[in-house]
C-alpha cells in the first residue's frame, strides 16, 4: 500500500491572476514536469517512459499571450502525480483506496488507465508499485486538484464581475494525428467545446478561424472534444464560456518530441493570436446579448 503523500510545491503557478485587464483566463493542466521526490519508490517506471503522460512544455506556448497580459494557471505538478483534468472521483478502485461511501466514476478514461491518478502508460504498463492509500489519495486532491479548480472557479467570477463575461482557454498538446479515412490532411489544431455545450458558437469559430490564419488545418471536437476543466467550470448561457485547444507536439518540439523545436514561436504566436482574438469578442458579446 502506498501511503507517501509528497508532492510538488507549489503545484501550479499564477501569472496575471489577481488584477484582472482581460476577461479571459488560460489553463495549462497538463504541461507539469516537477516530479515529486521520492517518485522513484513508489513508481515501477522511470521518469523517462512517465514523460509520455505530458503535454510536453506546453506551458511554453502560452508565454506570448501571458505576455500581452492575459492570466494563466499552469501545473507545475505531473499528470502522472494528480490529472487535473478528471473529475476526482474518476480514480480505479482497484489502484486507489477511495472515501468511504464514495462511489467511483467508472469513466472510459478510467478504463483506459487514465483516472484522476493514471494506472497505465502506452508502451509501459502500470505505473505503480501498490494501491494507493485513502490519506495519500486525499492529499493529492487536497494539496493540488481542488486548489486548482478553486483557482479557476475565483478567477473566472472575478473576470465576469468585472466584464460581465469570462472566457477559459484550457491548452493542451496531443500526438502527430494520422490522416482521416477520406485522405484528408491530419488537423495540427483541435477546437473543443464539448459539442456546442461549454461555448457559445461564435467562440468556436473564430478560434477555427485563428488557427487557419496561422495556416494550421484545424478541426472541431474531433478527436478531442474537451475534459473535465470545461465541463465543470463552462456556463455558457450565464456567460463564462470554454474551449479547449490541442496543439499537435510536432509543430513546436524537436523530432524526437522531447525538446522546443523550431516550431515553437509560431505556435506562440498562434496561442497569442487567439487568446486576443477570443477576449475581443467576449467584450463584444455583453453588448451583442443585451442587444437580442
Known amino acids: 500500500m502506498i501511503t507517501s503523500s509528497k508532492m510538488v ?10 488584477d484582472p485587464k482581460h ?17 522513484a519508490l513508489l513508481s515501477r517506471l522511470p521518469v523517462a517512459q512517465l514523460k509520455s503522460l505530458e503535454d510536453r512544455f506546453a506551458d511554453l506556448l502560452i508565454e506570448g499571450a501571458v505576455s500581452a497580459g492575459h492570466a494563466a494557471l499552469v501545473a507545475k505538478v505531473p ?44 508502451r509501459g504498463g ?12 486525499e492529499a ?12 479557476i472557479s475565483e478567477s473566472l467570477e472575478a473576470r465576469f464581475d468585472k466584464f460581465g463575461v469570462a472566457v477559459l482557454l484550457d491548452v493542451h498538446s496531443m500526438p502527430p494525428l494520422p490522416l482521416t479515412n477520406d485522405e484528408q490532411p491530419a488537423p495540427h489544431v483541435v477546437i473543443g467545446d464539448l459539442f456546442g455545450r461549454s461555448a457559445r458558437g461564435q467562440y468556436s469559430r473564430l478560434a477555427l478561424q485563428v488557427a487557419e490564419r496561422h495556416r494550421f488545418v484545424a478541426r472541431l ?3 478531442y472534444a474537451g475534459g473535465h ?10 456567460g463564462i464560456h470554454a474551449l479547449q485547444v490541442e496543439i499537435d507536439r510536432s509543430l513546436y518540439l524537436d523530432a524526437a518530441l522531447d525538446q522546443p523545436g523550431p516550431g515553437l514561436a509560431r505556435c506562440r504566436a498562434f496561442l497569442a493570436d487567439l487568446a486576443d482574438t477570443l477576449s475581443d469578442e467576449a467584450l463584444c458579446a455583453p453588448v451583442a446579448v443585451a442587444a437580442e
Open 126 to 137: 502500470d505505473i505503480w508499485r501498490g494501491r494507493l492509500s485513502e490519506e495519500a489519495f
Open 9 to 18: 510545491n507549489p503545484p501550479f503557478v499564477q501569472f496575471g491572476m489577481s
Open 140 to 151: 493529492r486532491l487536497s494539496g493540488a486538484h481542488r486548489p486548482w479548480h478553486a483557482h
Open 229 to 238: 476543466i470545461l465541463e465543470r467550470h463552462s456556463q455558457p448561457a450565464r
Open 23 to 39: 476577461p479571459l483566463l488560460i489553463t495549462v493542466p497538463h504541461g507539469g514536469r516537477d516530479y515529486p521526490p521520492g517518485l
Open 221 to 223: 471536437n474531433t478527436p
Open 79 to 122: 499528470r502522472v502525480w494528480v490529472d487535473l483534468n478528471r473529475n476526482e472521483r474518476e480514480f480505479d478502485p482497484g489502484l486507489v483506496s477511495g472515501p468511504e461511501g464514495v462511489v467511483p466514476l467508472a469513466s472510459a478514461k478510467v478504463r483506459g488507465g487514465l483516472g484522476v491518478v493514471p494506472r497505465r502508460v502506452v
